[in-house]
């Protein structure tokens, strides 16, 4: 049972939002898995160009701490993981490496693609939880206030978020436009990552 209705002093959540948590867990675990995995790919495929190193290694780490978050979340709420995992591992270290091997300006437009794509993720994330959320309070000494879990979950989304957006900032920076063939990758990516946080959210 998640700690969510555990808690005495929580109002118990709907099935429906139950559901929905479960969800985010599961969907975001699966996704900075894969984003960690992608940037260990590209660091691989481009670890001769000393100049970008450093670049990938500031995403890279910032995306183990966002896997390592989730992967935490997901224990104390006792959500199974996707069970595409394997298949999640493989595909987004493939792609982070190939993209990477390609050259730098196609391993950028992968970083592109991915992080536009969850960046719009979480923002529907936190519509979600804000909007369809705000009945679930905790009560102590008589006061009733917002559910300190649901602030803590949304605060984590906000902050990765925010980072996934400066690593979409970098990788423009970093001439991801100058990607050939640049519509056909950014697409054939935004298309993957959208299939992939459809079928994680639910199976
Ligand atoms: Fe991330
Ligand atoms: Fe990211």
Partial sequence: MSRLLAGPTHAALSPAQQAYLERVIRVDQAGELGADLIYAGQYLALSHNKKLKPVLKHMWDQEVHHRSTFNSLQG????????????????????????????????????????????????????????????????????????????????????????????????????????????LLTETIKGVCKTAVYLAERI
Avoid at 86 to 94: H, Q
Wanted: net charge negative; hydrophobic share 40%; aromatic share 12%.
């Fill in 76 to 183: 104390e709420h006792r959500v199974r993981p996707s069970i595409f995992t394997p298949f999640w591992k493989v595909g987004a270290f493939g792609m982070g490496f190939a993209t990477g091997f390609m050259n730098k300006e196609a391993a950028m437009a992968c970083t592109e693609a991915v992080e536009t794509v969850i960046g719009k993720h979480y923002n529907t994330q936190l519509r979600v939880l804000t909007n369809n959320f705000a009945d679930v309070k905790e009560f102590a000494a008589d006061k009733c206030s917002d559910s300190k879990e649901i602030e803590h979950l949304k605060e984590t989304i906000r902050v990765f978020r925010d980072q996934e957006l400066e690593h979409l900032d970098t990788a423009i920076q970093h001439d991801s436009k100058n990607a050939r063939p640049y519509w």
